[in-house]
């Protein structure tokens, strides 16, 4: 149990376009999502957290605007990078939790490259 | 803010080696978590411990919660090839409501 998928798991886009990036809890409810952005030989750092059904909560310095976050159901998260720069690559990784799980399970990431 | 010290942040070591990683904080946690991540996928948890002097074994790893709350370590005995990969530790923050994660310590394993 306790599967998160990522759509798409990797994604090229041109500078100045929009991405969208699915996040699903395949077996559990997941009452709340948490979107993270990885840098090469980095850690994870957390972007924001959203909750179903409410507006996400954004981390300092995380642009709300920029990143797009959207916790329509208790299965689906999505994140749009809007009007992408190559600053904006990065690995994207969302993870999960609800009321069956405490712990949160990550999904498999997405590459973002912005040529 | 709370701060995750991860060491050591990265390992070369032979098969067969055991192995010792440790996450130390200046602040209270009350629920450490380990994590391994492979080469473009996400963490995958390997041990959750939720009470001080909580020892979890989860085959060849074994993790402890530290008596004051502000360390833990894990340890792989006899490392395989296939443990290679970063390997991280996290806690929930005060409000318990985000998970705050060690910078990693990268594992090599050669045969």
């Known amino acids: 149990g306790a599967v998160v998928s990522q759509h798409p798991s990797r994604v090229i886009c041109k500078s100045g376009t929009s991405v969208k990036i699915e996040c699903r809890s395949l077996?559990?409810?997941?009452?709340?999502m948490f979107w993270y952005r990885q840098f090469p030989k980095k850690s994870l750092m957390l972007m924001a957290t959203?909750?179903?059904?409410?507006?996400?909560?954004?981390e300092q310095g995380v642009e709300k605007d920029k990143f797009l976050i959207n916790h329509a159901s208790l299965t689906l998260s999505t994140l749009t990078v809007t009007s992408a720069h190559p600053e904006d690559s990065s690995f994207y990784i969302c993870?999960?939790?609800?009321?069956?799980?405490?712990?949160?399970?990550f999904g498999p990431g997405t590459r973002l490259t912005v040529l | 803010g709370q701060q995750l010290n991860q060491s050591p942040q990265s390992m070369f070591i032979q098969e067969g080696e055991d192995v010792s990683m440790n996450c130390t904080s200046s602040?209270?946690?009350?629920?450490w978590l380990w994590y391994k991540q492979d080469p473009g996928e996400g963490p995958v948890l390997l041990i959750a411990l939720y009470k001080a002097g909580e020892l979890t074994s989860n085959g060849r790893l074994t993790a402890q919660f530290g008596i004051t709350r502000k360390d833990s370590f894990l340890n792989i005995s006899a490392s395989i090839p296939s443990d290679v990969g970063i390997y991280f530790c996290a806690g929930y923050n005060q409000a318990g409501t985000a998970l705050i994660f060690g910078k990693g310590t990268t594992l090599s394993v050669s045969s």
């Open positions: 993870s999960a939790s609800g009321r069956t799980y405490n712990e949160q399970f």
């Open positions: 959203s909750n179903e059904g409410s507006k996400a909560t954004y």
């Open positions: 602040s209270i946690f009350n629920t």
């Open positions: 077996d559990f409810q997941a009452t709340t």
